[in-house]
């Protein structure tokens, strides 16, 4: 590295006001070190510990069978369960009345290839930020982190002889929730006699009903046709547009293999929420890498009402051949669960 470049590095701000309040959000504590503006970009800066669980050595697993669709989606769900980061974006901050709108982040670890990290953390020791509440820390194991804020709004003119009061808002988020219920046994075509179950959800603490009929065919290779034979689409070159039509014949490769179907299932829930469903062929077929990652539960949107006054959303759930029609079982494995918009005055 030359010299010259590692000046580029370093924090030179036109302005800036240290924060130095050490909080503690999702349980974790967070230092806000400082919001500064330098070359017109406004940033408001974060330190935070990495929690020590992730650093715990884990004994080596012994080699297992492979995986089922239905393991790997519960590993998916239980990793959704375990690492909630709605609080981990700053989506806002409002210091003495300003607001600062944050469309953007950028986290650096501390390692010996991130010389700009080492300089950064320096100038906010200089300027008089206390670390007492990471000293014993290992840098290893600390993330800093800046939150760009809008270029629409200006740099905060705030009155430093007066308290700094801080409210921080983090933007609503959606999580999948696992849920367990019995099996259900849909038969083909959309008129056969209505299912009726509920499920309880442990974020709202209340039973929520859905109802459901059968399964029907979907042909997404037809429906895909007119796309793949499509010439260049405006905007792209040749080339650009070959590989899009390449990604989307890959996609839906994985998820539906050329002459088969895919079952197609509509319902009703209460609350509006989306849930996802599985056939039990799938879930118990061996996991391929190559599959559809997120499942073969894919939705799609419906703009109309249900009979029973609620949203009515379709679901795949499973690929067939073309020409059956038999009864397949379905198992509701999660829920999405949204959490609003959080305000956290500090």
Known sequence: MRLKELK??????????????????????????????????????????????????????????????????????????????????ISKMIIQGRLMTFNGMEARFFTEQNHDSYMWLQHFIEKGLDISGFAEAELNRLLLTFYIQDTSEP??????????????????????????????????GSSQKEIRRSFYDPIHEENRFFYIRGWTHYDIWEESKELLARPSSPGFTDEEWQQVKDQHLKSIQALCPKGMNLALIEYEAEGDIR????????????????????????????????????????????????????????????????????????
């Open 8 to 89: 580029d590095m370093m924090l030179i701000p036109d302005r800036e006001i240290l924060l130095n309040r050490l909080v503690k959000i999702n349980n974790t504590d967070i230092l806000l070190i400082s919001v500064t503006s330098e070359n017109g970009s406004h940033k408001l800066w974060t330190l935070r510990r990495f929690p020590d669980y992730l650093y715990e050595k884990q004994p080596v697993p012994e080699p297992q069978e492979p995986l089922s669709n239905r393991e790997r989606i519960q590993q998916h769900l239980q990793g959704d369960t375990i690492f909630d980061d709605q609080e981990d974006y």
């Open 155 to 188: 740099f905060p003119d705030l009155d430093l002889d007066k308290e700094l009061d801080i409210t921080l808002k983090f933007n609503r988020t959606f999580r999948r929730i696992p849920t367990q219920i019995e099996p259900m046994m849909l038969e083909f």
């Open 275 to 346: 849930l996802d469903f599985y056939a039990k062929p799938y879930l118990d077929a061996k996991y391929l890498s190559s599959s559809y990652e997120s499942g073969m539960s894919m939705s799609f949107g419906t703009d109309h009402e249900g009979s029973h006054g609620l949203r009515s959303r379709k679901d795949v759930i499973a690929a067939v051949e073309k020409t059956f029609t038999g009864s397949l079982v379905v198992e509701l494995l999660s829920y999405n669960a949204e959490f609003p918009e959080i305000t956290l005055p500090l």
